[in-house]
């Protein structure tokens, strides 16, 4: 689990450009299931085939980045912000492209912190031409946190836990997952989660799930001075009641902690007073889909150093697995 | 582009497009181009060959609103009081000429004069909240033989040549893509696409929403007019597009990410056939693409801009080679994707 | 039925967004003497029909939307003292809460009331700055344990009030009646189109989680696909210190929306009803898209012609909002004559409206 977490974590992928973090899940699935295919926006979908009727597991492959939008003369690159990136968690941080080029942020001169918009930040790739710049990097490119995937002990340390760890633990239960299942189950590896949840909508539509079950992190209350949380790590996977996208389906909540409780699997319950998942999206689409989600709790989300536990995501595989075999009744 | 100066001649605020859309059905039945207009009051130009040919299904999109006012009250002394449709920044508001209502009705919007005006009053800027259309009535009752509640408003800004190379006129926003539309329409030797003329673009990107519904699409393009900035006070990086620097095209905005096959063509196209262009430098803002790339089961996008100047405001600015070389790029993209298979 | 009854009731049943059974049940026992058919969906939308006179076989389909969802609160901790913190679900002022009774929805319901720290043990400072979500508390007065044998984190809470007929009989006041009150004027409308002939099927929606963003009517219209929808909702009354141009008098009839969110058509029809039938009315302009479920309604499927009818309220958000039965009955009046109205012709126009 540690390997294929560090392996996800590493690949490069913010919304938009999925690509390579797609490569490494399909070669990772892609024996596991019957088949595995991309969609027009780019999602993968994994498919375990079965009769009865469909669920859909949705984890988000997209992570946070910062959008090229200006060379200057010297070679220093303005930025725009991909997904919840918030400035004052930016300077001093490094950032790497796809093709291996990497720089750091800062800024122009300022008095206060507050002061500190997007328009004064910059890129600093090393370049100290345009000419020079634009051989390594072009206006929309996008970079990624550079940061390495860290053993705490207990706990794992690195960038995009937000959503990888719901990938690792989708693509674990992929592997654990018997020969034969009571109904077909779709897994699938949205994009653009972080620009307002819109792989899962598209994928949502086509798929026509009876049943959707997302895997997303979700934050902790457990810090010092935090917001008020009932949420910790190292206390189990969370089951969502409500975030600001959904209310979770009571039927399908219900399912998820009778078989956590039935199966000595540890969770806690799950209200986010903002943010949303991809299951907000499936549940709207069409004539309306029951949608729960599994939540991983995650520490200092969507900052560069994101913490998650190692018991919370192995119980998560340990419930994802349960909710696949459960033999979910025709809506 | 005598097309153009009509366009941008008729009101057509968002929800309130009719004035647009009878002129481009106009143009379309001179031209015998069949059409239909849905329940929202979107124009789909459907060409039956699209499907027989085959993917990629291509749409080709612009929208028909611009931003405007809708007059909420009429006060005693005849007044107007109004909202805002659409995105508009309130320092433009004052002392201009607008036009109410179905029958055109001038009005001007007024402010408390600045002699009258406190010193602290004088430091703020006017809000909306603070300033009234005032139409030249003795008060309410007559105020009311020509305007009712919920009217819409539109900026009067007839078009106008400036310098060499540049009109100045409102509603270019989305009245150049029409424009560009209108002319492909009638450029007989392209291969089949549907268009799309659409409304409520500025609130929300809602006909979109259900065009996309209503037409199965492999592809879509985006025609759309965006912010140029190339203005004393915008740094280079602040300027999000230039004037006079050929077509913009968006690698990404709030609404989109652009599909990277189709942002590959446009540039190979525009590089072969020398037409400048340039990226959009700023993810901010949203499209029609944003709705259309998620309908259905999605929908690959890009969009391509002809930049303007004071977007959103009475008096915008484009450049006529932008005009130019934008439309020129459309119909060659068109050509590319569907001349090969 | 007794409209001031039937609104009561309504008015008293519990119904926060996610979570609206009791007010849905009680809707269904209405509905169910007035339609052919009554269902639920995935959401918790519930959805009667009635079918339309005469043998054609392409009838109008049209939808009436009124959510029955109220805005309420989410436990999101129960603290060691037996405490319970939480959010709210849709737009609740916090200032408002201030010793407010509700009700925790647990394995049992409790009683409980929102309590701040008293004001002697304040500052003047901290009197002065605005209440925030994070300085109230829902106390119970059970022991912790008890609290954590019944609580959990998002149990959802709902707020006490008991309906109340005011001073003048046809004045009523109550918690909910954002939208309980475009509900019973639904119920009420159902009732008398039994008097009207009526060409058209009719699909009367009681939507669910509307206050959350109009997530219900997304999905019934998605269902019923018809070929008009209109939102039954409630606006501002005047209340002191308000601009005219923002409010609406109550007992002066209903409010007919109109703007981009609204197909001209529908609101022009509607307001031809009300005159020819000499019904009160009263219009208010949206520039945008409104906050009520019309918002969604307009943008299904390949576009649907939506309409807006509100009734005018005081304190909106708050549990003691006011209405006036007068504008309730007068809208089910408009909403029958309405109906009664439509034929295929209505449709052919709608169709060829641009």
């Known amino acids: 689990m540690e390997k294929l977490l560090k392996e996800l974590t590493a690949a490069y992928g913010p919304a938009g450009h999925e690509e390579e973090i797609r490569e490494v899940i399909e070669e990772q699935v892609k024996d596991y299931v019957d088949s595995c295919y991309t969609d027009t926006l780019g999602n993968l979908i994994a498919v375990r085939e079965g009769a009865g009727p469909r669920l859909m597991v949705a984890a988000h492959m997209d992570e946070l980045g910062l959008m090229v939008t200006h060379v200057d003369e010297n070679g220093f690159l303005r930025i725009a912000r991909v997904g919840g990136v918030v400035p004052h968690i930016l300077v001093g941080q490094r950032f790497v492209f796809s093709n291996g080029t990497a720089g750091t942020i800062n800024h122009e001169k300022i008095d206060e912190l507050k002061e500190l918009e997007w328009s004064k930040l910059y890129l600093d790739i090393g370049c100290s031409s345009r000419e020079e710049a634009a051989e390594k990097v072009n206006v929309g490119d996008v970079a990624v946190y ?35 299942l009571p109904q077909e189950v779709i897994f699938v590896f949205t994009v653009q989660e972080e620009l307002g949840l819109r792989g899962a909508r598209t994928a949502g539509y086509a798929l026509e799930p009876s049943y959707a079950v997302a895997v997303d992190v979700t934050r902790v209350g457990d810090t010092p001075e935090s917001l008020v949380m009932d949420v910790s790590l190292g206390k189990g996977p969370a089951v969502k009641i409500k975030d600001s996208s959904l209310i979770t389906h009571h039927g399908v909540r219900e399912i998820m902690f009778s078989l956590a409780e039935k199966n000595g699997v540890e969770y806690q319950r799950e209200v986010l007073e903002r943010g949303g998942t991809d299951a907000g999206s499936i549940q ?48 | 582009m005598l097309l153009l100066e009509k366009l941008v001649s008729a009101s057509g605020v968002s929800g309130n497009e009719d004035e647009v859309r009878s002129l481009l059905k106009s143009e379309l039945e001179k031209k015998d181009t069949g059409y239909r207009v849905d329940t929202l009051g979107n124009i789909l130009v459907e060409n039956p060959e699209v499907e027989q040919q085959g993917p ?225 430098g700023f993810n901010g803002g949203g499209t029609d693409a944003g709705a259309l790339s998620l309908s259905r089961a999605g929908v690959k996008t890009a969009v391509v801009s002809v930049p303007a100047r004071y977007i959103h405001s009475p008096c915008s600015i484009i450049n006529r080679e932008d005009l130019h070389y934008t439309r020129k790029l459309v119909e060659l993209f068109v050509k590319e994707v569907k001349g090969k298979k | 039925m007794q409209l001031k009854d039937c609104l009561q009731e309504l008015s008293n049943a519990r119904g926060v967004s996610g979570n609206e059974g009791e007010a849905q049940e009680i809707i269904e026992k209405y509905l169910k003497q007035h339609v052919h058919e009554v269902k639920k969906d995935v959401l918790g939308n519930l959805v009667g029909y009635k079918k339309g006179g005469g043998r054609s076989r392409n009838k109008p389909r ?30 609740f002022d916090p200032r408002t809460l201030w010793g407010q009774e509700v009700t925790v929805h647990g394995k049992n319901r409790l009683w409980g009331v929102i309590g701040p720290r008293p004001p002697h043990l304040t500052t003047t400072r901290e009197r002065k700055k605005e209440t925030r979500l994070e300085h109230l508390f829902i106390d119970t007065g059970l022991p912790p344990e008890e609290v954590k044998n019944s609580v959990n984190t998002g149990d959802h809470v709902s707020i006490n009030r008991d309906f109340t007929q005011m001073a003048n009989r046809r004045y009523a006041s109550g918690k909910a009646l954002d939208n309980r009150a475009g509900v019973a004027a639904l119920l009420l ?105 019309a918002r969604s309604i307009q943008i299904t499927g390949e576009g649907v012609a939506s309409g807006l009818v509100s009734l005018p309220l005081r304190y909106m958000h708050t549990s003691v909002e006011v209405v006036n039965l007068d504008d309730l009955e007068v809208m089910a009046k408009l909403l029958s004559l309405f109906t009664a109205s439509v034929d295929k012709k209505t449709v052919e126009e709608l169709r060829c409206y641009y």
């Open chain 1, 146 to 180: 550079d940061q390495e995937f860290k053993n705490l002990g207990q706990r794992y340390l690195g960038k995009s836990m937000d959503d990888r760890v719901g990938c690792a633990v989708l693509v674990e239960t992929i592997k654990r997952l018997p020969r034969q």
């Open chain 3, 189 to 293: 409308f159902a009732e008398e189109l039994a008097r009207f002939k009526h060409v058209s099927e009719v699909y009367f929606v009681f939507t669910a989680q509307e206050e959350v963003g109009a997530r219900g009517a997304l999905t019934s219209t998605c269902s019923v696909e018809p070929d008009l929808g209109i939102a039954v909702d409630v606006c501002h009354g005047n209340m002191p210190r308000t601009r005219q141009d923002e409010t609406f008098e109550l007992g002066k009839g209903p409010v007919l929306g109109h703007g981009p969110n609204i197909h001209p058509y529908i609101f022009k029809r509607l307001q031809n009803t009300a005159e020819e039938n000499r019904l009160p009315y009263m219009t208010e302009p949206h520039a945008g898209p409104t906050p009520t479920d």
């Open chain 1, 284 to 331: 709207l689409t069409r004539e309306g889909v029951p949608s729960g989600v599994l939540s991983i709790p995650c520490r200092y989300v969507h900052t560069p150093s994101e913490i998650v536990d190692k018991g919370d995501v192995e119980n998560a595989v340990n419930l994802l697995e349960q909710l696949c075999l459960y033999p979910w009744k025709e809506v």
């Open chain 3, 62 to 91: 049209l939808f009436f939307a009124a959510h029955a969802d109220e805005i309420g609160l989410m436990v999101t901790r129960v603290e060691e003292e037996g405490f319970l913190r939480f959010t709210t679900i849709g737009g």
């Open chain 2, 56 to 280: 990629p299904r291509l749409l080709l999109a612009a929208h028909m609103d611009e931003v405007g006012l809708m007059v909420t009250s009429i006060e005693d002394g005849g007044f107007l009081r109004f909202d805002k449709v659409g995105g508009i920044d309130d320092r433009v508001l004052v002392s201009r000429k607008v036009l109410v209502g179905s029958k055109k009705t001038p009005g001007v919007i007024g402010s408390k004069a600045v002699h009258l005006q406190k010193p602290e009053e004088r430091k703020k800027n006017l809000r909306a909240e603070d300033l009234y259309i005032d139409i030249g009535v003795k008060g309410k009752e007559e105020a009311k033989k020509y305007v009712q509640t919920g009217d819409y408003v539109s900026f009067y800004s007839p078009l106008q040549e400036l310098g060499h190379s540049c009109y100045k006129g409102k509603a270019f926003d989305d009245r150049a893509g029409c424009a560009i539309l209108w002319e492909l329409l009638n450029e007989g030797r392209l291969p089949p696409f549907h268009a799309a003329f659409t409304v409520q673009e500025e609130v929300g990107l809602r006909g979109a929403l259900v065009v996309g519904n209503a037409l199965d699409l492999d592809m879509a393009l985006i025609v759309e007019t965006t912010s140029a900035s190339d203005v004393p006070g915008s740094k280079e990086h602040e300027q999000v597009s230039r004037l006079g620097a050929g077509p913009v095209l968006s690698i990404m905005d709030a609404s989109v990410v652009v599909d990277k096959g189709m942002l590959d063509t446009l540039i190979r196209v525009a590089e072969e056939n020398e037409i400048p262009y340039q990226f959009r």
